[in-house]
């Protein structure tokens, strides 16, 4: 693979995350370096968590995952026990429909899809 992209989240505990983000969000878990595990959020985007570097930081960061179906992918992690800090509604001011949760360390998790179907398509 040459092209990826991987965004990185300090952590204060790796088995609290990798609870929340490989059992209870359903990602998989591609490599564990020790003090840094690295899940696969898309064929080319991963998100890693490490505990290497200070303590977790969360103010400021949202971490998006894009889902066709958020309502299906919703009902299916809150069956795993993952509670939202707001339910599935549709944003008209963006065009959006997403859900919000936390992860243990207090980061801000969406889930979202894009209801433009060509929103990801080049600009002209």
Not at 10 to 29: I, K, M, N, P, T
Not at 46 to 72: K, Q, Y
Request: aromatic residues 8%.
């Amino acid at each position: 693979m040459h092209d990826a992209l991987v965004t990185f989240l300090h952590v204060s505990d790796l088995d609290r995350a990798d609870e929340f983000y490989r059992v209870q969000l359903g990602l998989e878990l591609v490599t564990d370096q020790g003090a840094c595990r690295i899940y696969r959020v898309a064929p080319s985007g991963f998100l890693g968590v490490c505990s290497h570097a200070g303590p977790a930081v969360p103010e400021g960061v949202i971490v998006t995952l894009v889902r066709d179906d958020v309502e299906g992918y919703c009902d299916e992690i809150a069956e795993r026990g993952v509670e939202f800090e707001k339910p599935v509604q549709h944003n008209e001011r963006f065009g959006i429909t997403h859900a919000f949760i936390r992860d243990p360390d207090g980061h801000l998790v969406e889930v979202q899809r894009f209801d433009d179907p060509t929103w990801n398509e080049p600009m002209r």
